[in-house]
Nanobody
């Protein structure tokens, strides 16, 4: 059974940093081959793509324009975990953040929610002024 478990969310002030983690388990193929990513969603809004990291070394990384230069996605294949380092947080970064696995078909091309086949339960990030 595939599991994605996020942690690291919390309440911070604008300008602060947070690091989210996503521990995975149950992948039938080696974790390292999968592209992984993060989405976020606020109540009443659509899910928004945040970042994606390719398999292997993770050198292939893509970010939403809204977080580029502030957020960094990374992975530790030995620990089967991905991370999202969030710096210079803004009020508009307040959302629930979800760890996702890209489907094997889309891989690093995945961007829309339907192109990811596994989702975590989410972790809440709240940024105050």
């Amino acid at each position: 059974q595939v599991q994605l478990v996020e942690s690291g969310g919390g309440l911070v002030q604008a300008g602060d940093s947070l690091r989210l983690s996503c521990a995975t388990s149950g992948f039938t193929s080696t974790f390292s081959v999968y592209a992984m990513g993060w989405f976020r969603q606020a109540p009443g809004k659509e899910r928004e793509f945040v970042a994606l990291i390719g398999g292997g070394s993770g050198s292939n990384r893509t970010y939403a324009d809204s977080v580029k230069d502030r957020f960094t996605i990374s992975r530790d294949n030995a620990k089967e975990t991905i991370y999202l380092q969030m710096n210079n947080l803004k009020l508009e970064d307040t959302d629930d953040y979800y760890c996702v696995r890209a489907s094997a078909y889309y891989g690093t091309r995945a961007r829309g929610p339907r192109e990811f086949d596994r989702w975590g339960q989410g972790t809440q990030v709240a940024v105050s002024s």
